[in-house]
Each structure stands twice: as structure tokens, then as C-alpha cells.
Nanobody, 127 residues
């Protein structure tokens, strides 16, 4: 099983950029699909972005497409979420998640598909 630890959250202003990091431990990390989810107060956790074990394909929620970029460095066991043009509605706790890849990337756009989760990092965007 892979263990995940997020970092990089904070308080920013609308229009700013922020990069979240997720450190993974475990020998099978490089075989994992990795994803980012977020949960705003009073709302369900929602899919943000995912990428394949090789990093060659990505998938984004419509609300962040064109503003957020997911990437990974398998040599460093790291996953990143670059967030640009942040909006107040991006305020949430952001979670890193992973699961061994067996299917195409579109299969991994919902919470139940993932087996490993980090503890979350808070992102607050002020207007």
C-alpha cells in the first residue's frame, strides 16, 4: 500500500497561483494512477484531476480545466497540482489519492476507485 502526504496549501488571493505537492511512499507508487480531489465546507468531495502511472495522460474536472495542471515525478515519488487563476470557489481541503492502474484513465474519476488517500491540505482563496 502507498502512503500519501500532501503539502503546499495556504491562503491566497483570487487570481494567484499555488502548487500542491503529494509525497508518496511505497515500492509500487510508479504503477499507481494518481488523483487530486477537493472538499469544500458542506459539500461532497469532488474529483479535480488525475493522471496515469506514466504521467502520459491526464484528466480534469470541467471547473478546473485550463487553470490547473497535474503532474508527477516518479523518480522522486511526487505528484503535483499547479493551480493558476485561483477563484474563491476553489477554496477547499485538497486530497491526494492513488490506486494501482488496471483500466483507462477515465475509470478513475470518482472517489470509490481510489484505495490510498492523504490527510488533505487546506486551500483558501480570498476575493
Amino acid at each position: 500500500q502507498v502512503q500519501l502526504v500532501e503539502s503546499g496549501g495556504g491562503l491566497v488571493q483570487a487570481g494567484d497561483s499555488l502548487t500542491l505537492s503529494c509525497a508518496a511512499s511505497g515500492r509500487t507508487y510508479s504503477q499507481y494512477v494518481m488523483g487530486w480531489f477537493r472538499q469544500a465546507p458542506g459539500k461532497e468531495r469532488e474529483f479535480v484531476a488525475s493522471l496515469t502511472s506514466s504521467g502520459g495522460s491526464t484528466n480534469y474536472a470541467a471547473s478546473v480545466k485550463g487553470r490547473f495542471t497535474i503532474s508527477r515525478d516518479n523518480a522522486k515519488n511526487m505528484v503535483y497540482l499547479q493551480m493558476n487563476s485561483l477563484k474563491p470557489e476553489d477554496t477547499a481541503v485538497y486530497y491526494c489519492a492513488g490506486v494501482p492502474q488496471y483500466y483507462s484513465l477515465t475509470y478513475y474519476s470518482s472517489m470509490p476507485r481510489y484505495s490510498a488517500w492523504g490527510q488533505g491540505t487546506q486551500v483558501t482563496v480570498s476575493s
